[in-house]
């Protein structure tokens, strides 16, 4: 087999994206309670009347490493909770999987990352996932004030791994949280996801 054949391959095995939804925007998120890294409980029913966003993440994987290592996701964290949102970072890795760490190890791993999150938190059982159908890593959901789901899908418009494409990539997240802080509707409400699929257990 041709080197570029089987690394094309490995890519694809590793891309996970659906155009399936499990909740589509403007309807009501689901509600959750997990357990941030320092062992406090985390609920959506505790955000009310704020807007907050759901990032999958995976560390060991090339499209999460692709915007932490780049700083990406950490800017977006940065500049949209100092405009009060809150920003969740949920691993629904299980326990074994690629992926997973233990809370403190989490906790480490997240601040070695740059992570700027609100909550950080572990979803081993994947509850909170499946709840919202989350198929890759990363996969980001807007929630709106009244509690419904603003946007579901991709970071943003390019599908690779590669740092350079960021810049010239439409952030989807961006142009959703923007247009739910000034109380519009998002225009590009979902997205297909992009990424390694979120390890659940089996």
Request: glycine residues 8%; aromatic residues 8%.
């Amino acid at each position: 087999m041709k080197q570029h054949t089987f690394l094309g391959a490995v890519l694809g095995a590793m891309i996970c994206s659906s155009t399936a939804w499990a909740v589509e925007p403007g309807e009501a998120a689901p509600a959750f309670s997990v357990k941030n890294v320092k062992g406090e409980e985390v609920t959506l029913a505790a955000q009310k009347g704020k807007v907050v966003v759901l990032e999958w993440i995976n560390y060991d994987c090339p499209f999460v490493k692709k915007h932490y290592g780049s700083g990406n996701i950490p800017k977006l964290q940065e500049k949209y909770t100092g405009k009060d949102v809150v920003w969740i970072s949920v691993n629904s890795s299980a326990e074994g999987a690629q992926g997973y760490l233990a809370a403190a190890d989490l906790a480490e791993r997240s601040k070695k990352e740059g992570n700027k999150a609100s909550q950080i938190v572990l979803d081993t059982d994947g509850t909170v996932g499946k709840a919202y159908d989350a198929k890759t890593t990363p996969h980001l959901f807007v929630i709106d004030k009244e509690g419904k789901v603003a946007y579901n899908g991709a970071i943003d418009s390019k599908n690779t791994t590669d740092v350079a494409d960021i810049e010239s990539a439409d952030s989807y997240i961006s142009l959703a949280l923007d247009a739910v802080l000034e109380g519009k509707s998002v225009d590009k409400a979902k997205t297909p996801p992009y990424g390694c699929g979120v390890k659940y257990s089996k």
